[in-house]
């Protein structure tokens, strides 16, 4: 379970798949479809056609394990622009994408100097 609070790279597949896949069907999805390494210990995102649910595949040391959020009657919120099969996440964009904001298709906010008066 480590993999999940501190996973070396978190990627989002762009297309919907069939959530009756297995985890070797998401696994075989990741090897033909992209040439990422399954066995790093990154986290592999997929949604649904209708976009409330997310699958989560990784590799834990031991085998894979996949997890499934749903979002309920609301759709996961994703601005997918470009070709790219796969985007890469960072850690606070994973956990902004599982609370329900717009994660893609918008620029981080940076805050240099905050004072409160």
């Known amino acids: 379970m480590m993999g999940l609070t501190n996973p070396p790279a978190i990627y989002l597949y762009r297309e919907y798949v069939d959530f009756r896949k297995s985890i070797n069907g998401l696994a075989a999805l990741v090897e033909s479809e992209t040439d990422l390494p399954l066995g790093s210990g990154a986290l592999f995102l997929f949604t649904n056609r209708q976009r409330n649910k997310i699958k989560i595949l990784y590799w834990d040391k031991t085998g894979f394990a996949a997890l499934v959020q749903t979002s309920g009657k609301s759709q996961i919120q994703m601005t997918l622009s470009g070709k790219k099969q796969v985007f890469t996440l960072r850690k606070s ?24 008066s």
């Open 93 to 116: 964009e994973l956990n902004r994408l599982l609370s329900g904001f717009t994660i893609i298709g918008h620029k981080s906010i940076e805050i240099h100097d905050f004072t409160m």
